[in-house]
Structures are given as C-alpha cells and as structure tokens.
C-alpha cells in the first residue's frame, strides 16, 4: 500500500517558538493531504485540507496564523505551529490521498507535540 | 451532519472472529465506507474500503448492507495484534474529508 512519512515522530519544545512538521507521500503523488491532531483518548479532528499549490482550507476554530500550513508540491505538505504554548501539545497526523479527496487516504505515523 | 456510530469497546478471544459494527446513515449513495484502525500512537492503518458489495482482503471482510446505512468489519480469525481503536467512515465533512466517529477499541484476549 502507499506509504505516508512524518517527520519528525515527536518534539519537545520550549513555549513561544515554532515547530516545523513535514509530511510526504512516498511511493504516489497526492494532490490533497489532511492534516488532523487527536488529543489522548479522543479521535481524530480535522485541522485543515491541503492542496498542492493553493491556500490551505481550515476547519473553523482552527487558526489559520497559528497552523501554518504549505502543499509546495505532490509529495510534500509541511505543518508550522507557531508561537507554540502548552494547550498546543497533542498528537499531529497528517494523511495523504492520491489523484482525489475521494480516493483513499493513507495516513501518516503521527507527530507527537509536547510544548514546555 | 454526517457522522458515523459504532460500539465504544469490544472484546474478542484470541483465535476467533471479531465483527466491528458500524452506523453510518447519513452517507450518500456514491460514497465509499472506508475503516481504519489506529493502534497505540501510531497513524491510523488502512484497512478496506466498500461502495456496495461485500468486500475481502488479507486483513478483513466487509459486509455493507443493501441500504447501505450500516457495515460490519470482520476479522476472520483476531491476534493480540490486532488490540486496537477501529473506525469506520466515509467522506461526509465539510471539505471532502473522511469523518470520524470515536471509534471502538477492541481488545483481542488470550
């Protein structure tokens, strides 16, 4: 099956700085990645939809000067936390899904996020 | 809204079948039902997909009913290896994206 990356697997931060997550998909070119956060025993909730070369689409109450979000290319999207505080600490998953939204979605391994 | 409902938990021995029910009434007539699984810190896995027809791979069998408002997930034969959280879903968000429902944590026993 295809395979999705994150990197990195977990960071540790100090409050205020920003955090630079990656996500690519390996083996297909995807046009529309997802990124979602899941806090512990909860399930996933969408943040945002990337599109390859346009502006990101954010769910609401997600802000969108906090959540950096970039689809430069098919492979990669890259998730920026900026400012990072404490209540942002979760787990970041992003998924990818080729050609079109509606095709499947392989998701990555998670980011784990713990701001100090 | 669209959403999906499933059992909250599961348990199933080692060696025997596990059958993951899921709700999902709100899916419209050309979207697939998709179920992933999500084990302890990791990404959700992939594990099959169905539009109508009954479905199997080497991970599982989907049964999707003739309205099509419900699917069961089977695992023929469940391994400790296969304790995790499953969910069900199908694009029915707001941007085009899989929704998903809480999930049931399904606990495989010795």
């Known amino acids: 099956g295809a395979v999705v990356s994150q990197h990195p697997s977990w960071v540790i931060c100090k409050s205020g700085t920003s955090v630079k997550i990656e996500c690519r998909s390996l083996?297909?070119?995807?046009?529309?990645m997802f990124w979602y956060r899941q806090f512990p025993k909860q399930s996933l909730m969408l943040m945002a939809t990337?599109?390859?070369?346009?502006?990101?689409?954010?769910e609401q109450g997600v802000e969108k000067d906090k959540f950096l979000i970039n689809h430069a290319s098919l492979t990669l999207s890259t998730l920026t936390v900026t400012s990072a505080h404490p209540e942002d600490s979760s787990f970041y998953i992003c998924?990818?899904?080729?050609?079109?939204?509606?095709?499947?979605?392989?998701f990555g391994p998670g980011t784990r996020l713990l701001v100090l | 809204d669209a959403k999906t409902t499933q059992p909250t938990s599961m348990d199933c021995a080692e060696g025997r079948a596990a059958n993951l029910p899921c709700n999902h009434s709100?899916?419209?007539?050309?979207?697939?039902v998709y179920w992933y699984r999500q084990i302890h810190s990791q990404g959700p896995q992939y594990i099959i997909h169905?539009?109508?027809n009954n479905e199997t791979n080497e991970m599982a069998s989907l049964i999707i009913t003739e309205d099509r408002k419900s699917s069961t997930l089977i695992l023929p034969h469940a391994t400790l290896r296969d304790t995790a959280v499953y969910y069900c879903?199908?694009?029915?968000?707001?941007?085009?994206?899989?929704?998903f429902g809480k999930g049931t944590k399904l606990s495989v026993k010795p």
């Open positions: 998924s990818a899904a080729e050609i079109k939204p509606q095709e499947t979605q392989y």
């Open positions: 083996d297909f070119q995807a046009t529309t």
């Open positions: 990337s599109n390859e070369g346009s502006k990101a689409t954010y």
């Open positions: 709100t899916i419209s007539g050309n979207e697939y």
């Open positions: 169905g539009l109508k």
């Open positions: 879903s199908h694009y029915g968000g707001s941007q085009g994206n899989l929704i």
